[in-house]
């Protein structure tokens, strides 16, 4: 089972595994995320998800972006994202995530060609088919990066690094007309969302309303409400209960503490209650699903 690791303003604490640089490069299945379904988060990083088999909906601030066969996405640095099943359906994919710092920050080329990109709140995707004048391209560097990560050898970090330079040409290419001197600023309501979510995952085990979900972002109920389904598909009350029995669950099956001091820990001010959710979210008590799930304590 795949876990996030999320911090409280929303960004994942992101993991490398090439070496010495920030660099990620691995086949994943949804299968193994609870729900079939990611936390929704962001992080500096560009990520690439591409599909290797199966059927995949992806969500880049509140865009559902349907990915099949050969399709993949690209996310811009810092926009709220995260993979879903599609009718309950597993998906394999590759993930690949890389600090754009590794094109030589700091340089005069990278002011020029990278920079201009991904503080250009305008893009925040490119998503690529079967049928994308640039498919073939950018997926022969994801199946490039993924071949030189099996085979990782000391020093392949300069051949991650040397071909994503060759796949971020493309990119830029591709996105030079939506490119402007200065940096766009980031919608108004998306930096009101994060906002939000970021209050939510400080807050979750307090007796939070949604007045004072609404009151973090300095904006009215029925405002939260908007945002919320705009960019999350769901209330914030929503949220907010699926984030606490997401952070149930890895206490369920990673700590020693009891059902109620868990329920009590994660906001549920009622054992009942968390229980009833909780049944109806995975199906089964929290009981049962730590006897499900338990691991071993030293």
């Known amino acids: ?155 392949d970090e300069l051949r991650l690094i040397s071909e994503t330079y060759l796949l971020w040409q493309i990119l830029f290419e591709e996105c030079k007309p939506k490119l402007r001197q200065e940096a766009m600023v980031e919608p108004t309501d998306l930096v009101l969302q994060k906002k939000m979510v970021s209050y939510i995952h400080e807050h979750y085990q307090d007796a939070l309303t949604l007045d004072e979900i609404a009151a973090s972002a300095n904006i009215s109920r029925s405002k939260c409400c908007k945002i919320f389904k705009q960019y999350l598909h769901q209330s914030p009350v929503d949220f907010l209960n699926k984030y606490r029995l997401e952070v149930s669950r890895r206490l369920l099956t990673g700590s020693q503490d009891k059902v109620t001091q868990i329920a009590f820990s994660c906001g549920f001010n009622h054992l009942s209650y968390f229980s009833k959710i909780f049944i109806n979210e995975y199906g089964c008590t929290p009981t049962e699903y730590r006897r499900k799930n338990a691991v071993a304590f030293g």
């Open 1 to 155: 089972m795949i876990y996030m690791n999320v911090m409280q303003d929303a960004s994942e604490v992101v993991e490398y595994n090439c070496g010495h640089i920030p660099f990620y490069v691995h086949d994943n299945d949804i299968a193994d995320y609870p729900d079939r379904k990611a936390l929704c988060h962001w992080h500096k990083d560009i990520e690439i998800i591409y599909i290797t088999e199966g059927k995949m909906n992806y969500h880049v601030n509140g865009k559902t972006i349907p990915l099949k066969d050969q399709s993949c996405v690209i996310i811009n640095s810092q926009h709220l994202h995260y993979g879903s099943s599609r009718h309950d359906q597993n998906c394999k994919f590759i993930c690949i995530r890389f600090q754009p710092g590794i094109l030589n920050e700091g340089s005069t080329m990278y002011k020029k060609f990278v920079t201009p990109l991904i503080e250009n709140s305008e893009i925040e995707y490119l998503c690529y088919d079967i049928d994308s004048p640039n498919h073939r391209r950018i997926v022969e560097s994801i199946h490039h990066l993924d071949c030189i990560k099996k085979k990782m050898k000391d020093g």
